[in-house]
């Protein structure tokens, strides 16, 4: 049982180049995210996915752009690299979906051990 | 929005001592979580503690407790017997919309805490 495990560790773009972050969980996790962490701003979220099959916006968006491809597989995709992307990008996972109806139930979300990207 | 505030960049602690992280946050609602998660230089993210907002006892995890004022809106943690292990970036995060919201975490900022031998 990995939990959630993200690829690669590490890497290093060009601006205008393109790539794609993979993370993947075995838990059976319905609930999947990407956070980027930045020096001094803690984590926020770039987008969510509350199911297989649907994505949300988080609160920084823009410049990235994401795939559910099954229950287990949500990547993180940069079209076009710059140098504000530099971060260190977490992928987490919950239990249950969010946005039930009447839910009050809390999901502890597990997460994965980050990629560095820099951008140069 | 809800926005959560630590303002405590940076602290340190002797081993075996007690220190406590501050943090506060602002929300409209009622229903909530609160976190403290614990980021050691391996980059991990683990989760130390949680209270929930309709439960006024505090939450304790061993060494680590909460002085949750709901009213207030804080949420401080305190380690007792501080350990080198307890190096590490702490940050406090928020998570509401439970009612047919979503399940996001809102972190603050962090403490960089550092236990000295």
């Known amino acids: 049982n990995a939990g959630v495990t993200q690829t690669p560790k590490f890497q290093v773009l060009k601006t205008g180049q393109s790539m794609t972050l993979q993370c993947a969980q075995d838990m059976n996790h ?27 916006k988080g609160e920084v968006p823009n410049g990235y752009n994401v795939s559910r491809l099954n229950k ?22 919950s239990e ?25 | 929005a ?35 998660y614990k980021q050691p230089p391996s980059r991990q993210m683990i989760l130390v503690i949680r209270q929930e907002a309709y439960k006024q006892q505090n939450a304790t995890e061993n060494r680590f407790s909460v ?12 380690i007792s017997d501080s350990q080198l292990g307890d190096t590490a970036m702490y940050f406090c995060a928020f998570m509401g919309g439970l009612r047919g919201g979503s399940e996001k975490l809102v972190f603050g900022k962090g403490t960089k805490l550092t236990v000295n031998p």
């Not at chain 1, 999947?32 to 001094?40: A, K, V």
């Not at chain 2, 002085?67 to 305190?78: H, I, P, R, V």
């Open chain 2, 67 to 78: 002085n949750f004022q709901k009213a207030a809106k804080s949420f401080s943690l305190k």
């Open chain 1, 96 to 120: 249950a979906s969010p946005g039930l109806a009447g839910s009050s139930s809390y999901n502890e979300q597990f997460f994965g051990p980050g990629t560095r990207l820099t951008v140069l």
């Open chain 2, 2 to 36: 809800q926005t959560v505030t630590q303002s405590q960049p940076e602290m340190s602690v002797q081993e075996a001592e007690t220190v406590t992280l501050s943090c506060t946050y602002d929300t409209s609602e009622s229903n909530y979580y609160l976190f403290w």
């Open chain 1, 30 to 56: 319905n609930s999947m995210y990407w956070y980027r962490q930045d020096p001094g701003m803690g984590l926020r979220l770039i987008y969510y996915s509350a199911s297989e099959g649907t994505t949300d």
């Open chain 1, 72 to 93: 287990r597989e949500f990547s993180l995709r940069l079209e076009s690299a710059a140098p504000s992307q530099t971060s260190v990008y977490f992928c987490a996972s």
